[in-house]
């Protein structure tokens, strides 16, 4: 099983621990520690719109400080000893939670003057996806009970864990599990405390009014997240509070739906005229703002925002009620004037979506960066709904980190992903120089040879997930609390704790195979213009001597993506094979077995394990991502490759499929910009799209951006599920994205 960063979970926990993360947590300086911004319109594009200025200049000043990097080149190693983790008797639960409040005690602490939300997450282990002093690979993947513990508090998750001990009935490693958790909340209490301390010594030598705020701050920490919250500014502070611990520990969990869990809060300080939206809107910025503190801590090829931190807008609840409100539009207003891009977010559409959403989704996303992405959600929901969820759980949906269809605070989720592109090379037995020739004497035995090797490799991924969950060793205490299930079996997040288990199967590469097929379909046993024979030969030899038809083939044929039904009915049928194969296991063992489409930049990787292809590709070419058309091949605009995308029937893929769109931003300026970005989102929900990522930025700046990146230090873009500056990118992403087509919109 690989990871989103394209190792297997085995190889990725050993170069944590022991060898990649190792490395960077050594270095001296890192990228970009002179980039600060000493004027955040320094870097403004001349495409992108002048900002809306509604925050302070504290707010502005701490969100500078957070871009520039400044925060995530001050994280240190957690190089203290502790003799006890070493006793090897010691259940793994209990040496957990001997860490959790080692680091508790000893980790630094940051709160700087102007704050309104505090505590950090300092520790460089915590950004490297390690747990801290235990070197282990930490959680990520997932969207955790937030909105459960914001409502009870760490008081009522405590009160369930001892009434669940009380009951009984709990084997050694469940009760060793749950005692464990308790321990994890006293060290979240101690790290809050010394918070608390701390902000009492600043008090000490602050002016009267310094005093009043950093007293305010007090108050509040000493209230939450022990307690329910009592207004919004309690509740803002306690969802920090909660997710900074998570992340001190090296946890990167989503944080879902936070209009929804915060609105109440909000609703009710303003009938009572404690709050305005402007005093709201400060508040949630400085929320945006601690989400920027890892930036630059660690070289990462894939950039340094992809912490899965998700955060999900918009949508119905479990009554089929529309969330939208005014929190909403506040995170729309903070992203649209701080520009940060470290929590990327998925607005949730749907039939009944307001015009004022979509309006305003779309003046944000002219800015670019691709901060701003969009479920269909009577797509989402219909397929979770078929596969086998509950309506009520499946209108809750949240994603996992990326932009997977999950039931948050209930699922434990880890994804098999494959290229899809081996299993047509196998098929035309492309391995090796004296392979035998394929011989199928029609399209039809050809293509079933790809179905059957096809089935195999899925067949495969079924029997290793059947061994998966079987992980006593990482018990994770304090992620397994926040997750229904966990409590009350005694087993953790990796041991089938959670409500649901969830091993979701990915295809990536499939694009590229159905474009593959419809070129041999036609020039092979159509046409007749070449035998098969023949054509596996000119492959085999990566197009050598053959440029003159390569180049025929790629601009004679009419590739997916570009509302042409031929080639449309083939990814079609490219689809409805798999998802068929993937849904004859639905559920084994206890583990749900979803179906997606998916490379998450393993497009760059898998180029050079790749042969030529039928369609034109060369060994080393970078191809199709996601469910979008491979690049260079939709011609005729965003409408027509929405149009392709959306007859695949994605209610059979119900852990998504994604296309990613990017817009040329001379084309969306003013109110016709707006318009027609609206219209192309209701294309995508009317015609019944499952997630779309729309970046509005030039080719033009990116390739300039990356001979001169210094010129661009705070220059987002959309990767996959997440977004990065494209600064901290290595040339071959960097390239992967230069690549997409750019589309107009009109």
Known sequence: ????????????????????????????????????????????????????????????????????GEFGRSLVKADWNVPELQDASLPASRKYALAAMSVARNAPLRILPGELIVGAATLLEAACHVTPLLNIGSTSHTTIGFEKVLKTGYRGLRSEIN????????????????????????????????????????????????????????????????????NFRQAVQALWSMYAFQRLMGNWSGIGR??????????????????????????????????TEWIGAAPNPTGDAQFYQNVILGGTDKNGKEVTNDVTYLVLDVIEELHIADYPVAVRI???TPEKLLRKIAGVQRFGGGIVSVYNEDVVIEGLIKFGYPQEEAREFTNDGCWE?????????????????????RALKLDGEEATAPGYADFESLYGAFVSELDGEITGMQNRIDTFY????????????????????????????????????????????????????????????????????????????????????????????????????????????????????????????????????????????RKANPSGGKTGDILATNCSPSPGTDKKGPTAV??????????KCCN???????????????????????????????????????????????????????????????????????????????????????????
């Open 405 to 425: 269809a999950i039931i948050p605070g209930k699922t434990a989720f880890t994804y098999w992903p494959f290229d899809m592109m081996q299993s047509l090379f």
């Open 656 to 746: 998504g499929a994604t296309v990613e769109l990017k817009i040329l931003p001379e084309s969306v300026r003013g109110e016709n910009g707006i318009k027609a970005l609206v219209a192309l989102t209701k294309v995508f929900g009317e015609k019944g799209g499952f997630y779309m990522h729309v970046d509005v930025v030039d080719t033009a700046t990116l390739i300039d951006a990356q001979m001169h990146p210094e010129k661009y230090p705070n220059l987002p873009v959309r990767v996959a599920g997440w977004s990065a500056r494209f600064n901290t990118l290595c040339r071959e992403w960097q390239d992967m994205i230069i690549q997409r087509t750019q589309q107009t919109v009109v």
């Open 642 to 651: 929405l149009n392709s995308y959306c007859r695949m029937n994605f209610t």
């Open 1 to 68: 099983m690989e990871t989103k960063n394209r190792i297997s979970r085995k190889e990725f926990l050993k170069r944590t621990s022991l060898g990649v993360c190792a490395l960077s947590l050594g270095l001296p300086a890192l990228a970009g520690e002179n980039t600060g911004i000493a004027n955040e319109n320094r870097w403004r594009l001349s495409w992108q719109p002048e900002r809306p200025r509604r925050l302070g200049a504290i707010t502005h000043e701490l969100a500078q400080k957070g871009l520039s």
């Open 258 to 291: 936070i209009d929804r869990m915060l609105y109440p809060y909000l609703e009710k300080d303003l009938k009572n005229g404690r709050i305005t939206l402007d005093e709201a809107r400060e508040l949630i910025a400085h929320f945006w703002i601690k989400g």
């Open 350 to 352: 749907n039939r009944r």
């Open 470 to 609: 079987n992980d006593h060793d990482n018990t994770t205490p304090l992620v397994s609390m926040f997750v229904e299930g966990c409590v009350e079996k005694g087993k953790g997040y990796y041991e089938r704790g959670p409500k649901y288990s969830v091993q979701g199967i990915h295809a990536g590469g499939v694009t590229d195979v159905a474009n593959s097929l419809l070129v041999l379909k036609k020039m092979v046993y159509e046409e007749r213009c070449i035998g098969l024979d023949d054509f596996v030969e000119i492959l085999r030899n990566n197009w050598d001597m053959n440029e003159g038809m390569r180049r025929l083939i790629r601009n004679r044929f009419t590739f997916y993506g570009n509302d042409e039904r031929e080639s449309d009915a083939m990814m079609c049928r490219v689809f409805d094979d798999y998802t068929a194969l993937v849904a004859g296991v639905k559920e084994r063992n206890g583990v749900l077995r979803p179906c997606g489409i998916s490379t998450f930049g393993r497009e760059v990787d898998w180029r050079m394990m």
């Open 163 to 230: 009434g669940r001990l009380e009951r009984g009935g709990l084997d050694n490693h469940g009760v060793d599990l749950l005692q464990s958790m308790l321990k994890t909340l006293e060290a979240a209490a101690v790290w809050q405390n010394r918070n608390i301390e701390l902000l009492g010594k600043q008090m000490a030598e602050a002016t009267a009014e310094e005093g009043e705020s950093l007293q305010a701050l007090i108050d509040t920490l000493e209230r939450v997240p022990e307690n329910e919250p009592e």
